[in-house]
């Protein structure tokens, strides 16, 4: 597919306004407080067989909205347990659309490079591909669209993107609690929904440590709209197809889930990736994201944006992930 947003240097200096819910901030504190008044955050976490020789791995189940199970795979290297070494920097990672944890085993990267890794469980989602999820949604009977994408879309308090993004700060408070991590540094880590939850994050923890995002979705929301029908955007379009006079409502409730308004907020060091001929999460929102990042705060020590000319969705792939581990080690002290 040839590329189908905005040229290179058009990319470069793409900074567009959005149009932000006047209680936006009032919005998210809201939400976020009522979750934290929910009761600890951990609720247990157990070891597991993982059939893994130098990784260890726990079942943790966290509250998240409205204080909800939420489950994740909690993993160490073998032998790094509490007492037994310095507290590990983490990586809390969020997975794609559609995508559930998994299988213990099926993502060890991040613990095989020497970080403590949680990989939060989609709500509601992991059933689309992968090995499944074990985290439902009880929250999902508002209008919308059989997707998560269009769920609750029509009121910002019933969208399942409010409540995906609440469990996904409360998981950062769950790997702060959890044995031998240094709660001073935790990196918050996605691609795709995963990029767009993991930004949210950067928006919404001040003292994260550092962020890193690939092509990720919910950025500049209304133009991803216009250009492509693919995945995520498309399943939107779907419901707005049918319930003609919906848009108003909706767009109402996306602009509290918008990329760029939470880039805004954050102050962490982060890592952008992006594919530019992506017709999934196109790469004008990543580019809106990175080039307002932290300009609320002034925070951020650094921010880098690795484009990939001839990639789309999958972006630098393996390169990419390369370029992730070195940055992030040199970030964290690693």
């Known amino acids: 597919m040839p590329a189908f947003d905005l ?90 659309y559609g995508r559930g944890r998994g299988l213990p085993h099926e993502r060890l990267t991040w613990v095989n490079a020497g970080y403590a890794h949680l990989l939060m469980d989609n709500r509601g989602q992991g059933d689309q591909y992968g090995c499944g999820g074990d985290t439902p949604d009880p929250h999902a009977g508002a209008p919308g669209g059989p997707g998560p994408a269009a769920r609750g879309l029509l009121d910002p308090h019933d969208y399942h993107y409010r409540r995906l993004i609440t469990d996904a700060v409360r998981a950062v408070d769950a790997v702060r609690a959890l044995p031998g991590v240094d709660a001073s540094r935790v990196a918050a880590v996605g691609n795709s929904q995963g990029g767009g939850v993991a930004l949210a994050v950067a928006g919404l923890v001040p003292d994260l440590a550092a962020v890193l995002v690939t092509a990720p979705f919910l950025c500049g929301i209304r133009r991803a709209l216009d250009l492509t029908d693919a995945s995520l955007y498309g399943e939107i379009s779907a419901y707005l197809a049918v319930h003609r006079g919906a848009e108003e409502a909706a767009h109402r409730t996306l602009a509290y889930v918008e990329g760029i308004s939470f880039a805004r907020r954050a102050q962490a060091p982060a890592h952008f990736g992006v594919g530019l001929r992506d017709t999934v999460c196109p790469p004008s929102g990543a580019y809106a994201a990175y080039n307002r990042y932290a300009e609320l705060t002034g925070g951020q020590e650094e921010k880098v944006l690795h484009a990939y000319p001839f990639n789309g969705h999958e972006g630098g792939d393996a390169v990419h992930v390369r370029r992730q581990l070195d940055w992030l080690g040199r970030v964290l002290g690693a």
Do not use: Q
Request: net charge negative.
């Open 7 to 96: 040229p290179p240097a058009g990319l470069e200096r793409h900074r567009p306004d959005v149009a932000e819910p006047a209680d936006f901030d009032a919005f998210w504190k809201r939400t976020l407080e009522e979750a934290a008044g929910a009761g600890d955050v951990l609720l247990s976490a157990g070891p597991v067989e993982n059939g893994l020789r130098l990784t260890e791995t726990w079942d943790v189940t966290f509250r998240g909205f409205a204080g909800d199970p939420v489950r994740g795979w909690f993993s160490r290297p073998a032998g790094t347990a509490a007492g037994a070494a310095e507290p590990l920097p983490a990586v809390v990672e969020f997975a794609g």
